[in-house]
T-cell receptor, first 111, second 117 residues
């Protein structure tokens, strides 16, 4: 079992729809959770981080964390073609500072 | 977000030569920086943790004598790929690690694309 698993994708949604990206992790002691967006050929850029159970909203993005289920998700509302990218879930476990990344989910938003 | 720079952004070299990549944390002093490698259509693979003033900690399977890391100051870490070979061609990305009031965050540099001929 991988330490961080994401939907294999690719995920395709129409413009204006909600895109839902999911991630599960194995280290129950994990404390910090991050979503990064990576465009092809570019470095990852941080979209959101979440530390506490529940929802965290930032503009069109909502991160959801459920530590009991070891599950974190990212919702993108009103998806735009510019949201088309690979989304990486990263988890900082009990080894402070070191992030473990999922393989990423590629999202395509069709106009 | 914080700014991290990398230099060069891309490099092409001959097999057997050494290549140095610089990573600078421009907004804050980073006692810890990370080096990743990413092959096409794959996720980030952590190579090593760079600690200011001490030896880097390498991940299993990463040759420390081949990938030399120096973190001489709180804003600069360097990765030297020694005796590079075509299989070392990859996208190398560094990040600076920041402990903030709300928790810890990594900020990534723009990456360096290495091509070894």
């Amino acid at each position: 079992q991988k330490e961080v698993e994401q939907n294999s994708g690719p995920l395709s949604v129409p413009e204006g729809a909600i895109a839902s990206l999911n991630c599960t992790y194995s280290d129950r002691g994990s404390q910090s959770f991050f979503w990064y967006r990576q465009y092809s050929g570019k470095s990852p850029e941080l979209i959101m981080f979440i530390y506490s159970n529940g929802d965290k909203e930032d503009g069109r993005f909502t991160a959801q964390l459920n530590k009991a289920s070891q599950y974190v998700s990212l919702l993108i509302r009103d998806s735009q073609p510019s949201d088309s990218a690979t989304y990486l879930c990263a988890v900082v476990g009990t080894n402070a500072g070191k992030s473990t990344f999922g393989d990423g989910t590629t999202l395509t938003v069709k106009p | 977000g914080a700014v991290v720079s990398q230099h060069p952004s891309w490099v092409i070299c001959k097999s057997g030569t050494s290549v140095k990549i610089e990573c600078r944390s421009l907004d804050f002093q980073a006692t810890t920086m990370f080096w990743y490698r990413q092959f096409p259509k794959q996720s980030l693979m952590l190579m090593a943790t760079s600690n200011e003033g001490s030896k880097a900690t390498y991940e299993q399977g990463v040759e420390k004598d081949k990938f030399l890391i120096n973190h001489a100051s709180l804003t600069l870490s360097t990765l030297t790929v020694t005796s590079a070979h075509p299989e070392d061609s990859s996208f190398y990305i560094c990040s600076s690690y920041r402990l903030g009031g709300g928790g810890d965050t990594q900020y990534f540099g723009p990456g360096t694309r290495l091509t070894v001929l």
